[in-house]
C-alpha cells in the first residue's frame, strides 16, 4: 500500500514537473491585465488568539470551562464500569508472569542502551513488588466489606483499585486513596476475569505475582 501510494505520488510529480518544463519553454510575458493584488494569509496563531479572546470576553470561556469542570466531577463519581467482569464464587490462586518484552531499548541517563529493544525483562529481577493490589467491584457491597477487612490487616500496603462503583465515594468513607482501572488497562494486564482478585509478591525471591480470586 505505502509503496503504491509513494508511486502515484511520484508520477504526479514527473507530470507536474514536465508541464512546468513545456511552459517555461514556451513562456511569453503577456504583461499585466487589471489591477494586481498582493497575496495575504492570515496568520493561524494570531486567528487563534482572536478567537479564545472574543470567547473570554462573552463568558463562552468560562462556561466551557465550568461544563469541563462538571464533566471530570462526573466520570470520578461514576466512571464507566467494566462490565465483562464476573464475581468469584470460591477461592483460587495462581501465578502471574509479569515478564515483557521490549519494544524499544531502555536507555540511562547518558544515553547509554541498559536492555535492547527485543529483550525479555522481568520486573522482579530488578525490584521487589512492594504492594498489594486489590481489583474488586465497589459497587458491590459484599466486595467492599472484604476490601475493609484486608485494609485493616495489610494498612497502607493494599491499593484498592475499582472495577466499577464510585471511587469517590469510597474516599470519602475510607478517608484513603482508590483507584479506578480506567479502560480495564490493569485487568487486561494482569488477565484478571474474576473480582475481587488481590496481587502480591509473597516472597522477595519469587519471580513471579500471585493473584488471589477471592469469594466476597
Not at 461544563?67 to 465483562?84: C, D, L, S, T, V
Not at 482501572?181 to 505475582?209: C, E, H, M, N, Y
Amino acid at each position: 500500500m505505502v509503496r503504491a501510494v509513494f508511486l502515484a505520488v511520484i508520477a504526479v510529480l514527473v507530470l507536474v514537473l514536465t508541464f512546468a518544463l513545456a511552459s517555461h519553454a514556451n513562456a511569453v510575458d503577456l504583461g499585466h491585465h487589471g489591477r494586481v493584488y498582493s497575496i495575504s494569509e492570515p496568520d493561524f496563531l494570531v486567528e487563534i488568539q482572536d478567537i479564545a479572546r472574543k470567547k473570554v470576553e462573552s463568558g463562552e470561556w468560562r462556561r466551557l470551562e465550568a461544563e469541563a469542570r462538571e464533566r471530570g466531577k462526573q466520570y470520578f463519581e461514576a466512571p464507566p464500569a467494566i462490565a465483562w467482569l464476573r464475581t468469584a464464587t470460591l477461592n483460587r490462586v495462581r501465578q502471574f508472569d509479569p515478564s515483557i518484552t521490549l519494544t524499544e531499548a531502555i536507555q540511562d541517563a547518558e544515553g547509554r542502551v541498559i536492555f535492547p529493544a527485543g529483550t525479555t525483562v522481568n520486573p522482579a529481577d530488578i525490584a521487589p513488588f512492594p504492594d498489594a493490589l486489590l481489583y474488586l467491584n465497589g459497587a458491590d457491597t459484599r466486595q467492599v466489606a472484604l476490601a475493609e477487612r484486608l485494609i485493616k490487616q495489610q494498612g497502607d500496603r493494599l491499593k484498592v483499585v475499582l472495577v466499577d462503583g464510585s471511587p469517590a465515594q469510597l474516599m470519602r468513607k475510607w478517608l484513603r486513596p482508590v483507584y479506578f482501572d480506567q479502560a480495564g488497562a490493569g485487568v487486561r494486564r494482569f488477565r484478571i476475569d474474576t473480582v475481587p482478585a488481590l496481587i502480591t509478591q509473597k516472597l522477595s525471591s519469587d519471580r513471579f505475582l500471585t493473584i488471589e480470586e477471592l469469594k466476597p
